[in-house]
């Protein structure tokens, strides 16, 4: 497998990165097979291992670090804070006094004294960007943090973390991990832009659109796309939305098997041949899952198939907006003129 480099840190990574949300009560509840995963996700060249404390209210992270017990020195280990683990007004979020316990939490489950990205879940519309940059820069020198990230930020909130990070000499985030596939390309129009421009990685999710690119679904199939895990609104197939992303797997089936591809593959490769993409998170609940998505990271695309893929799904296009989960709040009612 060739290895990348992330953004400007000089870290090599794997053009697939592991992602461990399925690992747990959420997807499998079986420990040792999702740590049999892990392992062969490894043995296969895959060096990059994404999980945050939320996935399964932290199962998730202790299963990672029972597997990478032997092997973490060898993995570039990512995690994520900031969604509610527990109650009280004070267990979630970007302040610094959460922060500094959540960093405790995830440190003792993962069994490492070290995290090599520490990521903002999602952006805050109520704590200093500044704030939370402190914290984490005194994560940093305290050498429980490598490296910092961010999560589902707009290209405006890129810039802004940026800009704080160089005027108050904190660390800056080096990565942006947002939302991308086929069906979902909004990222292209200022996101990817703005992440290239500074200088960061980007390592993406969903590169099968919740599973709507996986090739189960087709018009003809008995059954339809659905989710506990996700908002309801991205499955609904009495919405004209949902009817166009349908319409167009439909399409994307029929030209991945005029190329010779799994529709799988050919969705996963399409995400990790953009230039401004560092990695692609792939999230497997099953070991045969892993390995149908595994070949992905060699599977070539030709200028061909690349501009049909542009004619089905233009880019910058998000064929259903609820699938975006980035700069959400920015157009909620109360920003809008009404």
Excluded: C
């Amino acid at each position: 497998m060739e290895y990348r480099r992330l953004g400007r840190t000089g870290v090599s990574v794997s053009p697939l990165a592991l992602g461990t949300m399925m690992f747990g009560p959420w997807g499998n509840d079986d420990k040792a097979d999702s740590i049999r995963i892990i392992h062969r996700a490894l043995d296969a060249g895959i060096n990059f291992v994404d999980t945050a404390d939320v996935y399964s209210a932290g199962v998730s992270e202790e299963i990672v670090g029972k597997a990478l017990q032997g092997r973490r020195d060898d993995v570039v280990l990512a995690t994520k804070f900031f969604m509610p683990m527990g109650k009280g007004p004070n267990r979630s979020g970007g302040s610094r006094k959460y922060i500094m316990r959540a960093v405790e939490d995830s440190l003792r489950r993962l069994g490492t004294d070290y995290i090599d990205l520490y990521q903002v879940h999602r952006p805050s519309a109520t704590t200093d960007v500044e704030e939370t940059l402190g914290a984490l820069t005194d994560l940093v020198r305290q050498g429980k943090v490598r490296y910092l990230g961010s999560s589902s930020y707009s290209g405006s909130q890129i810039v802004e973390a940026q800009w704080a990070a160089r005027e108050r000499g904190l660390e800056r985030f080096v990565t942006e991990q947002p939302p991308y596939s086929i069906l979902v390309r909004g990222i292209e129009e200022d996101v990817l832009p703005a992440v290239q421009r500074h200088g960061m990685g980007t390592l993406t999710y969903s590169p099968l659109a919740g599973g709507w690119l996986s090739g189960r679904w087709r018009k003809d199939s008995a059954g339809r796309p659905t989710s506990s895990a996700r908002p309801s609104a991205r499955f609904d197939m009495t919405a004209p939305a949902n009817l166009r992303k349908l319409d167009a797997v439909e399409t994307l089936a029929l030209l991945a098997e005029d190329a010779g591809i799994p529709l799988l593959q050919l969705a996963i490769a399409f995400v990790i041949r953009h230039p401004g993409v560092t990695s692609a998170i792939i999230g497997p609940r099953t070991m045969d899952q892993l390995e149908s998505q595994l070949p992905a990271a060699g599977t070539p695309l030709s200028a061909d198939v690349l501009d049909r893929i542009d004619e089905i799904v233009a880019p910058g296009v998000t064929v259903n907006p609820d699938d975006n989960s980035y700069g959400a709040h920015e157009l909620a009612p109360t920003a809008r003129r009404r």
